[in-house]
């Protein structure tokens, strides 16, 4: 039989560590016909399927390993020893060397029709669905030919045309014109490369991996999902590692991602389309980024170019920022530039909140050099303040966005008189963000946040019919458009009906001030900002026990409605009602089986139960059993 042990091999260029091939060290192993090592194998083989049964998939692998040194190729359990072993190596997430292994055993075994299927798993894992596709149709036409392995047939427990038919849509291999280079900047991303590689792997004809150190499993991550890896060292400048990685490049087209970042993957056909067919240089898409993994409402949306021709005279500037269209309109023209409906999602803010600090000490001193080597122009100003902004210290930002106004003589970009005004807000300094706002609506008067921003300080100046007819405005104008603007999502729909609600609510108009709230609810993403307001409206109109009541009868009484009221409730104090809604939960629970939900209700009723303790404790503070509960309710 065979085994392979794959190790990396590390070449050194200039000042550079480059990770760039793995080379296979293979030992063949001579087949034993003695029946007395085969009855050994038999039993290793037994304790590996064992393993797997306890889920320890290390484990099985290595009996399964021992098991192949001993066994005949010819061994009725050889051909599913084979299986598991392959299955532990999937398991395990290590993909190329389960297709190394593959590679091999089809020889041995051509008619197996289960190697194929393990093949196709390994493929869709990585996101290469054409391939896995040629997979299922060669194992079902073998399937055909040979019924005496025995071959369960299925992938990850479906049968292989039901899952063929998941992912249908994603494959397009054979109308793809177009070689395409996918260059991938990470170091730690352990919890997100897997995902990063694979929404691309359909599109990819060479996926490259650039680290400037990465202590976790993220390249062996990447290298198993068939990443090329080049390790560099960090010399202060992300332009340094785009502008290496563009002369790495072999494909026609070049895609940059983040490790942290991930290509909406019913994208693909559109980026087919688009590329198969382009006249232009590069292509602005839309970055969806998210800041709240406990709110995926709370998300930005913004065009960055990702996507562009290989063109050896296009190069970064910025230390920080990615600019390559910079260079796209420096040579050529703005007609080179385009905007295609594709989408980013960007996981960065919410995969790393320990490295806020460090990364804004890091974005920092980058735009110091950038003023150095650009100079102090009114994009460098706007980075520098935006950086401020991320770490809420909002003045020092206002300090550097107005810079930038100043130098740009007041012609800026949207984005710039966004974060100017936003920041004023922020500082409460309502009355200037609304002058603000009325110069920058002069250039920019479809932008609807800015819009809101109005809406908001005039409610908060009490300027109540004044905020009525902006957040009307933004109803009419719906939210603005990403090729345009930088857009927070909710401004054109259940933000401006939420203020709506909030001018009502303060005018004592109770069913205007619900029928706002309804809507926004109703919004998809509007909830986590309605529900709140709206749970303790209706405690203050109908009490405490008309809640639960009153989103069954409106239709808002999902998963997660109930958890945001129950939640809302809770902080109040109305334990009786916080009891019936944690009762209704349980109920939605029971109805999905959905363990995934666990966390946050557990997180619920401790809140709940900490709130009776602390009530108990009050009344009853020498209780013994109170006592030697307290350490358990104490919040760290």
């Known amino acids: 039989m065979h085994v392979s042990i794959f190790k990396l091999s590390i ?4 000042n550079s560590r480059i990770w760039i091939s793995s080379k296979c060290y293979i030992v063949q192993i001579k087949e034993q016909e003695d029946n007395s090592q085969g009855q050994d194998g038999f039993l290793l083989y037994n304790l590996g399927i064992e393993n797997i049964r306890k889920g320890q998939f290390q484990e099985a692998l ?17 051909p599913p020893l084979v299986n598991k072993t392959i299955v532990c190596l999937i398991e395990m997430k290590r993909y190329k060397d389960a297709l190394d292994q593959l590679a091999y055993f089809k020889n041995i075994y051509p008619d197996y029709s289960d190697l194929y299927l393990l093949e196709a798993a390994c493929h869709i894992r990585c996101g290469r669905f054409s391939l896995a596709k040629e997979s299922i149709e060669l194992s079902q036409r073998i399937s055909q030919i040979n019924l005496n392995y025995p071959a369960e047939g299925t992938i990850f427990g479906q049968k292989p045309f039901q899952l063929l038919e998941s992912f249908k849509e994603f494959i ?18 352990e919890k997100n ?18 680290t400037t150190g990465a202590s976790d499993n993220t390249l062996s991550i990447a290298y198993q999902m068939g990443a090329h890896i080049y390790r560099l060292n ?6 340094k590692i785009r502008n290496f990685a563009l002369k790495q490049v072999s494909g026609d087209w070049i895609m940059f991602l983040n490790g942290d970042q991930e290509l909406n993957q019913a994208d693909i056909p559109k980026i087919v389309e688009y590329l198969n067919n382009a006249s232009t240089l590069g292509h602005m898409v839309k970055v969806k980024t998210f800041f709240d993994k406990n709110n995926w409402a709370l998300y930005q949306e913004e065009a960055v170019c990702k996507i562009f021709r290989n063109n050896k005279k296009l190069y970064y500037q910025s230390c920080l920022l990615e600019d390559i269209e910079k260079s796209i309109l420096e040579q050529h023209n703005n007609n080179d530039l385009s905007w295609i409906p594709v989408t980013i999602f960007d996981y960065g803010p919410i995969l790393k909140p320990h490295l806020k600090t460090p990364d804004f000490k890091r974005n920092v001193s980058l735009i110091v050099q950038d003023f150095k080597n650009i100079g102090k122009n009114s994009s460098v100003y706007e980075a520098m303040g935006y950086e401020f902004m991320k770490v809420d210290k909002f003045k020092v930002a206002l300090a550097h966005l107005d810079k930038a106004l100043k130098i740009s003589n007041y012609q800026a970009p949207a984005s710039l008189w966004y974060k100017a005004i936003t920041c004023l807000v922020k500082l409460s300094r309502f009355t200037k963000a609304l002058q603000l706002a009325d110069q920058a609506r002069y250039n920019y008067f479809h932008f609807t946040n800015i819009i809101y921003l109005q809406g908001y300080c005039n409610l908060k100046l009490d300027l109540l019919e004044e905020a009525k007819d902006y957040f009307t405005q933004c109803l009419e104008l719906g939210d603005a458009s990403w090729e345009k603007y930088i857009v927070l999502p909710g401004a054109g729909s259940y933000l401006a009906q939420c203020g709506l609600a909030e001018i009502y ?10 029928e706002q709230y309804f809507a926004a609810a109703h919004h998809p993403e509007g909830k986590s900002f309605a529900i709140p307001p709206l749970t303790k409206l209706i405690i203050k109109l109908f009490g405490a026990g008309s809640v639960l009541h009153y989103l069954q009868n409106n239709n808002l009484d ?3 409605n109930l958890c945001i009221a129950a939640d809302t409730i809770n902080k109040i104090g109305c334990d009786i009602e916080s009891i019936e809604l944690l009762d209704e ?11 995934s939900v666990y966390v946050r209700v557990s997180s619920l009723m401790f809140d709940f139960l900490g709130n009776l303790y602390n009530k108990a404790i009050t009344q009853n503070p020498d209780d013994s059993l109170l006592i030697h509960l307290k350490n358990f309710f104490i919040k760290k």
């Open 193 to 210: 490369i897997a995902k990063c590689i694979a929404s691309i792997g359909e599109l990819a004809d060479e996926i490259m991996l650039f």
């Open 172 to 189: 397009c291999l054979k109308n793809k014109k177009f070689k395409l280079s996918v260059c991938i900047l990470a170091n730690n991303e």
């Open 234 to 239: 960090w010399d202060n400048s992300f332009a």
């Open 62 to 78: 290595e009996k399964f390993i021992a098991a192949l040194k001993v066994t005949s190729s010819t061994a009725g359990y050889a």
């Open 11 to 14: 070449k050194r260029i200039g």
């Open 505 to 514: 609510l303060k005018q004592k108009k109770y069913d205007k001030c619900l």
């Open 558 to 560: 999902s998963y997660d």
């Open 585 to 595: 939960i349980i109920k939605k629970i029971e109805e999905t089986n959905d363990p």
